[in-house]
């Protein structure tokens, strides 16, 4: 290097040319560049420089401005083929001969920074540069041509989220789907999300944290998500569509049905057939009947909708039913495990139609206890479609018309007492229903009316009869136990208040039921065997169920074994217990919500249980929408005892609720708010 040189080095990163001035130490040099600003330089840092020493820093301009006319990088390829075929590498002279047929300096520079700068047709080796193999150049334009479109992909998807922002309409293209689906599971799963950096990488983007929070209100911004998506719904594994193949396949069997394998069905269209259900139920999948034998006595009929004579084993309907295991019922709606075309139609028993269905005829003793029993494939005719509170109305009033509704209900009675003697644990503990529609929430408390005891124990009846047939066959189906639990003394339970709070307390005690192919003892119903077949529209073991005893009337091989059966209840049980996980979290929220829009409202509550009474943390249940939450008190109380709480915080997305104990000022007969919660569950 000497003084007049002109040079190249990178500032920054980017090239910046300059003029040498002057030694700066033993090895450095000062060089002056185009803006007159100084810098030292080790030789090493240079990466061009002239062979003549006749520059000037205001030369530099107009040098730049002439090389830069002549750095085309389309020419790289023209030269990069001729070199190839020659075999012949390049440095910045030569290929300002082969490209512009003069070797000029500012020719040179352009030759220079062309070949620095490509990252293509050519690889330096020391002062030198080789043409790249042919496949080499083709793999690299593949992944710069890749790089382009992500590129581009990715500000599309910027500009149509703006848009979207800012209220104007627009179609989501194809290549916008992984990043929408990236923040989505952020939003579903945080720190545990798949596809983090993709997600993190839209949301700083937008000047967004990169947090679950953030990517959910991004999501609902966009109109993508509801301000209320359920995202217990969406972390699960429930199917929430059909496939539009099995909705063909519906529209097939709706107009082509199959051949029914029952061919010798037991007429029962001259009983009176009862459907009894909740007015909103669409899904009729029992119906009930009362026949007077010669000898005078009652033969209890219970029919079961038989969706299986619309179902081969393994067909397309029976492997999606499979693979969804169970009808979820949310606040919103329901996610069925049939198509509804099927479910409501010709797999209910639909009033004034006749039906198929799976029948059993029950004689029971003056006690309760199964006297005899058969079962058949039928065909039945719905004859009235009540609900429960049509049925309380006919028993209340004694109506004369319907006096097979008095004698079932008058069975069920007796039933349960036998049950009862058997060792059944009743446990009346109030349930909820929370319903949802156009935003409107309902939260009311479910009596326990006689009309739901009679069916309850009207379908209970019906799986002892499915298991004992299916033991006394040795037959495969899914059989549910219960083990026997560990309740509290009879001296211990004394000491709590007769009630919810004794109920809470053995409802604490119970196991959670089992399924399996041998028959085995249900705690809580007090059956030494029982095999629920009463939901095969809703639930796929009970499904299960009906092919097996199906198969068997009709003299023909099981469709499934012992083995099939083991695997299919072990999986469907599985998938049942998320259902019901996600049916829960989603009553909650809404409950949760419900509480949040009424706060300013006072709840008459009752402490049900202790949570860890150390820290005066307690259960109470709200009375009149039968909701439990987690409320802690700072004063001494007593289980049983009723109080007036208010909703003081709450946050159903987060699943936070803090409540206030309202208590009446007895000088001033003003009401004091104190005792608050904030707990998580």
């Known amino acids: 290097m000497e003084k007049g040189k002109l040079i190249e080095f990178k500032y920054q990163g980017a090239p910046r040319l300059a003029v040498v001035d002057r030694p700066d130490g033993k090895k450095n040099w000062v060089v002056i560049d185009e803006q007159g600003q100084s810098h030292s330089l080790h030789p090493r840092q240079v990466t061009f420089q002239s062979s003549q020493a006749s520059y000037a820093p205001e030369d530099l301009g107009q040098f730049r401005a002439e090389a830069e006319a002549f750095i085309d990088p389309s020419s790289l390829e023209v030269a990069w083929e001729l070199l190839s075929e020659l075999g012949e590498a390049a440095d910045p002279v030569s290929l300002a001969q082969l490209l512009f047929s003069d070797q000029q300096l500012p020719l040179c520079y352009a030759a220079h920074r062309l070949l620095s700068e490509d990252k293509i047709y050519f690889k330096q080796k020391g002062d030198r540069y080789e043409p790249r193999p042919a496949s080499q150049v083709e793999e690299i334009q593949h992944q710069l041509n890749r790089e382009a479109q992500r590129l581009q992909e990715w500000q599309g998807f910027l500009d149509r989220v703006q848009q979207v922002l800012a209220g104007e309409p627009l179609e989501w293209q194809k290549s916008d789907r992984p990043r929408l689906e990236a923040v989505e599971r952020l939003a579903l799963f945080g720190e545990e999300a798949s596809q983090r950096a993709l997600a993190t990488e839209t949301l700083e983007a937008l000047e967004r944290s990169a947090t679950a929070e953030s990517a959910f209100q991004l999501l609902v911004d966009l109109g993508l998500w509801s301000v209320h998506e359920n995202l217990a719904l969406k972390r699960s594994q429930i199917p929430t569509q059909f496939p539009e193949k099995i909705l063909a396949m519906v529209e097939q069997r709706l107009s082509n049905p199959p051949s029914d394998p029952d061919i010798e069905r037991l007429e029962l269209t001259h009983l009176k057939v009862y459907t009894i259900d909740d007015e909103s139920t669409c899904e009729i999948d029992d119906g009930l009947s009362l026949e007077i034998l010669a000898n005078g006595q009652h033969k209890i009929w219970v029919h079961i909708a038989d969706p299986t004579r619309w179902l081969i084993p393994g067909d397309e309907l029976e492997l999606e039913a499979r693979r969804r295991c169970t009808t979820v019922y949310l606040p919103t709606g329901m996610v069925p495990m049939f198509p509804s075309e099927l479910a409501t139609g010709p797999m209910s028993l639909v009033q004034g139609q006749t039906c198929c269905a799976l029948s059993f005829g029950i004689c029971l003793s003056e006690a309760g206890e199964v006297e005899s029993y058969d079962i058949h494939t039928s065909l039945i005719k719905p004859t009235y479609r009540l609900t429960y509170e049509d049925v309380d109305e006919i028993l209340d009033l004694g109506v004369e018309a319907e006096p097979e509704i008095t004698a079932i209900a008058q069975w069920a009675k007796v039933r349960q007492a036998w049950r009862q003697s058997q060792g059944a644990i009743n446990i009346n503990m109030p349930e909820s229903s929370v319903k949802v529609r156009d ?147 989603t009553k909650r929220y809404w409950s949760l919500e419900y509480l949040r829009r009424r706060s300013d409202e006072v709840w008459p509550a009752m402490l049900l249980r202790w949570l860890r009474e150390h820290e005066g943390l307690g259960l109470v249940i709200l009375e009149d929408l039968g909701v439990e939450l987690p409320m802690r008190f700072d004063r001494p109380a007593d289980l049983g005892e009723h109080l007036q709480v208010r909703v003081a915080y709450v946050n159903p997305r987060e699943d936070v609720i803090h409540l206030s104990e309202v208590i009446e000022a007895s000088s001033a007969g003003e009401s004091a708010a104190s005792t608050s919660s904030a707990l998580q569950l």
């Open 439 to 585: 935003d409107d929430i309902s939260v009311e408390v479910l009596d326990i009316s006689l009309a739901r005891q009679l069916v309850a124990e009207m379908m209970i009846l019906a799986g002892e009869v499915a298991a004992r047939y299916g033991e006394a066959h040795n037959l495969a189906m899914p059989f549910r136990s219960q083990p026997q639990p560990e309740l509290p003394s009879e001296q211990e339970l004394l000491q709590l208040p007769y009630g919810w709070v004794r109920d809470c307390a053995l409802r604490r005690c119970m196991p959670r039921s089992e399924m399996g192919t041998t028959p085995a003892r249900h705690a809580t119903l007090g059956l030494d065997r029982y095999s629920q077949v009463t939901s095969p529209i809703r639930r796929y073991t009970d499904l299960l169920a009906h092919f097996q005893l199906k198969a068997h009337l009709r003299g023909e091989p099981l469709p499934f074994s012992t083995m099939e059966i083991t695997e299919l209840t072990q999986g469907a049980s599985t998938a049942a217990y998320e259902a019901v996980l996600v049916e829960r979290q």
